[in-house]
Nanobody
């Protein structure tokens, strides 16, 4: 069992930066691939970024590539999402999730545990 708690969301102007954190509980955090997803009002939840359990691989949605960076500190049981050059269209509730799949996944249904989400609002 893994419990996830996100933090770091807030209101920022376009072009600004935020860093989201996701703290995980449970001794087996290191074996999970981790992902960030987001859901804007009236839209479906979508994949943002993923990182492998070994920290050797990352993957990003095209919409955030070059602007967002996912990382993790297994010693602290924490995964991060550094978001730079934010745009109004990045406004959403951001969720972290843990997956037991062997390879990283962009598919929501392959993630087993989810946080409660943190709101990110980017003003123009």
């Amino acid at each position: 069992q893994v419990q996830l708690v996100e933090s770091g969301g807030g209101l920022v102007q376009a072009g600004g930066s935020l860093r989201l954190s996701c703290a995980a509980s449970g001794r087996t955090f290191t074996i999970y691939n981790m992902g960030w997803f987001r859901q804007a009002p009236g839209k479906e939840r979508e994949f943002v970024a993923a990182i492998s359990w070994s920290v050797s691989s990352t993957y990003y949605a095209d919409s955030v590539k070059g602007r967002f960076t996912i990382s993790r500190d297994n010693a602290k049981n924490t995964v991060y999402l550094q978001m730079n050059s934010l745009k109004p269209e990045d406004t959403a509730v951001y969720y972290c999730a843990a997956s037991r799949t062997i390879v990283m996944s962009t598919i929501i249904q392959t993630y087993d545990y989810w946080g409660q989400g943190t709101q990110v609002t980017v003003s123009s």
